[in-house]
């Protein structure tokens, strides 16, 4: 059922929200060089390896240095990419990710093998399940780039404190995922976009 519903819930985004697309990608290409898309390597499930599609947001070549992006004044990021990152538009083409089975709507967000290097066996239980759109710490930390900001080493910071933290939120819902509890998800999660901005 979960699977059903991904294929057509994220067949339909597509559709209805084609008109976007074309209007961000003209955006994105008249605001900086590059590609339209920024597709990364992330971790998927049963430890497999995928390429994620995202809207650009950064300057070519940015991905070089750091993973991590701070704060909401990251230098890398172009003009264009505040505001869709602001609105969470980047992670729109992630859809294209849910349809051919890569991630699901719902599921822990895939992280860079960088840093899935880091997990103690337990918690690679996470990689059980289909990566996700959204999930329980994709909501709790949603300002998780001003949290960056703070810390006096962002990378350690992610690493012991964030990190940690998300994957425990990972591992409750491997234990508990649903399909009405993936549904009561989605609505909070665009109830929460739509209510801070």
Known sequence: MKRLFDIIASGLGLIV???IFLILAIWIKLDSKGPVFYRQVRVGRYNKDFRIFKFRSMRVGSDKGSLVTIGGHDPRITRSGYIIRKFKFDEL???INVFVGDMSLVGPRPE???YVDYWTPEQMHVLD???GITDPASIKFRNENELMEKA???EKYYIEVIMQEKIKLYLKYVEKHSFFYDIA???KTFWVIVSER
């Open 17 to 19: 929200l084609s008109p």
């Open 93 to 95: 083409p992630q859809l």
């Open 112 to 114: 860079v093998r960088h």
């Open 129 to 131: 399940v289909r990566p």
């Open 152 to 154: 006096e080493d962002p």
């Open 185 to 187: 998800l989605i609505f």
